[in-house]
């Protein structure tokens, strides 16, 4: 497989995005972190979700660790770093305190609906910009417009030889889908970014995220490079220009008299 830079230049080159392509990894101990690493309350004083990490980490080109105590329980739990209580189980205690206006029963709907990973295995997400990255990553990720995301994913289409890929869409917590959705079924998502990430804001309108398993890293490259040459999967989207101008009336008379072409 190429190295995490030459991945780096091929999304740059294919894809164009605005911010940093970034690497995703999980990590059990603190001893799997590189040196050069940003916990969110220890050296910036205040504290962050996953998602924020992530948003600093590809427009500020920070390494970024969290762990359970970052500010979203929502991620904490998918991620494992939290236990999933019986009275949040069941729906009780958000309906309690009046979370997201939910009564006991959407509550429960909504926990059972993330996808977790198992408890206790992992202690840290980590995160970097992928020209950065001085490890190797669990996943790759892409902010970017829907057109620039159609790109990758037809490509991740084209190079692994599927046709289709499941995605499921919810009102937010994208992270357990980009992340936690991605490292347990080994194949790409796509997200509508919502909730925590445009609410505070993280992303803007016009941004969609992509997230890629490394084991699927070089399939969606050769896709890339294989679907510019086709003149069809590439960005900015080829227009069809091939046509003869309009122009308003009188101007074709005007160009016949500047040529001396008068009947």
């Not at 958000?94 to 509550?107: F, Y």
């Not at 909504?110 to 980590?126: A, C, D, M």
């Not at 995160?127 to 620039?148: C, K, S, W």
């Not at 347990?184 to 998502?189: G, P």
Request: hydrophobic letters at 35%.
């Amino acid at each position: 497989m190429r190295d995490i830079k030459q991945i780096n230049e091929v999304l740059n080159r294919y894809i164009r995005p605005q911010t940093f392509p970034v690497a995703i990894r999980m990590c059990a101990s603190e001893d799997d972190l590189p040196e050069k690493v940003r916990f969110s309350i220890r050296d910036l004083g205040i504290n962050i979700s996953l998602c924020h990490a992530i948003a600093m980490s590809r427009r500020y080109g920070w390494t970024m660790a969290v762990d359970k105590y970052q500010s979203c329980y929502a991620a904490s739990l998918s991620m494992g770093f939290l236990p999933l209580r019986p009275d949040v189980a069941d729906g009780t205690f958000q309906e309690s305190i009046g979370l997201w206006g939910m009564n006991k029963e959407q509550a429960t709907a909504n926990i059972q609906s993330f996808p977790r990973l198992e408890y206790g295995k992992y202690k840290y997400v980590l995160v970097a910009p992928l020209d950065r990255a001085t490890f190797e990553p669990h996943l790759i990720m892409v902010y970017g417009n829907p057109a620039q995301i159609w790109v990758l994913l037809s490509c991740y289409l084209l190079g692994t030889g599927k046709t289709t890929i499941d995605a499921k869409l919810s009102a937010g917590v994208g992270c357990t889908t980009y992340v936690t959705r991605a490292m347990q079924t080994d194949e790409a998502q796509f997200v509508l970014l919502g909730t925590g990430e445009r609410i505070l804001p993280h992303a803007q309108d016009d941004e969609c995220a992509f997230s890629i398993p490394i084991s699927k890293i070089e399939e969606t490259v050769q896709g890339l490079e294989n679907g510019y040459k086709t003149g069809v999967f590439r960005y900015p989207i080829p227009s069809f220009m091939r046509y003869s101008s309009q122009h308003p009336p009188g101007y074709d008379k005007m160009r016949s008299h500047l040529l001396g072409e008068e009947p």
